[in-house]
């Protein structure tokens, strides 16, 4: 079993002791309803392939919707604006696993005041434009917009705060096992490729080995052939009667 294996193991254990805590809270609609939508987005943004989110953070100058909604994103996860520059080194690594272990309890009411009016109430963000803009970048519009609403109501309600806190817990582990799965099924998938083509390989060279092995056992034809006649010419050139008369 490999080390990701026994991480989903063991997040299945806390996920079970979490909702066994959470069984008897009666829970607000609308927290239902934002986790139940973060969950699905967590889905899309997992199944986006690394090498993708990658690409979409080295553009060196990007579609300015595609610039605006990583700017707020990364200011969410770093707590402050930084030029695009510091935000594809920042970023680039692990991308995929920071946007889905992130729990937006731990980001200040400042930052998520600021992101709300600076971004969507000002309409820099418009996620019903982002489809034109890009296919990769219209989860993590979604992502953003629905941890903004989720730190909103995080803020006015303090008297659930540790409700909320306990579901947001529970969404990071089902998001992290999640991501997890996903990686242990890619590298299964990468594992089986190569199985494959070693098991080609062994049947081409168990294949041509068995051809020499009869080619060795061939019996040598007994007996000389007998040499082929070879045609001889004589140099002299013939001779020309004239007929003198």
């Known amino acids: 079993i490999s080390d990701k294996e026994k991480e989903v193991s063991e997040i299945e254990d806390q996920k079970t002791k979490l909702e066994i805590n959470l069984k008897d809270f009666i829970i607000p609609e609308l927290l239902q309803t934002l986790i139940q939508r973060l969950e699905e987005v967590q889905n899309s943004i997992n199944s986006l392939q690394t090498g993708i989110l990658e690409e979409t953070l080295g553009y060196k100058n990007p579609p300015e919707k595609i610039k605006i909604v990583i700017e707020a994103i990364s200011i969410l996860l770093l707590n402050e604006k930084v030029p695009w520059e ?11 696993s920071k946007i889905i272990k992130f729990n937006i309890a731990q980001s200040s009411s400042e930052i998520i005041d600021l992101l709300i009016v600076n971004y969507f109430q000002k309409k820099l963000i418009n996620l019903s434009e982002l489809e034109n803009a890009s296919k990769t970048i219209v989860p993590l519009g979604n992502w953003i917009d629905i941890q903004l609403k989720l730190g909103n109501f995080y803020n006015q309600n303090k008297e659930l705060k540790f ?32 199985i494959k083509t070693i098991e080609e390989l062994n049947l081409t060279i168990a294949d041509l ?3 020499y092995e009869q080619y060795k056992n061939i ?27």
Not at 86 to 96: D, P, V
Request: glycine share 2%; proline share 3%.
């Open 209 to 211: 080995e068995s051809q």
């Open 219 to 245: 019996s040598p034809m007994k007996g000389k052939m007998k040499s082929s006649k070879t045609l001889t010419f004589d140099n002299k050139l013939p001779s020309l009667e004239i007929d003198e008369s």
């Open 163 to 194: 409700l909320i806190e306990q579901f947001l817990s529970l969404n990071k582990l089902k998001a992290t096992q999640n991501m997890l799965i996903e990686e242990i099924s890619q590298n299964n998938k990468f594992l089986n490729k190569n």
């Open 86 to 96: 510091n935000i594809r080194s920042n970023l680039n690594k692990n991308f995929k």
